[in-house]
């Protein structure tokens, strides 16, 4: 099982090829999807990590993936366009959802 990178710097698709990671820079909505069939289509991909920005402009087949398809598995990782604190209110979101609590 293999582990994909989207991301729209290629700083970010150069320090991941480092550690062992293949990615793809994609900066519009098409090159966000053709990336994603890519690795859809793939059997070896098990993990797609993108950028929540790049993943909104395909929010769709992200989703249709994640509900309908047992692999790859696709988990948005904050980039240099999401804030920490953005971030820390989605995962409390999810957490909220997840279990109907305000947090």
Known sequence: MRF?????THDTVMGMRLAGVAGAEAHTPEEVREALERAIA???VGIVLISP????????L??????????????????RHVGETAYADRITGYIQEAIGVKI
């Open 4 to 8: 994909v990178l989207i991301a729209d």
């Open 42 to 44: 793939d059997p070896d």
């Open 53 to 60: 920005r790049l993943a909104a402009m395909q929010q769709q």
């Open 62 to 79: 992200v989703d249709r993936v994640r509900l309908h398809s047992r692999r790859p598995l696709i988990v948005e990782v904050p980039d």
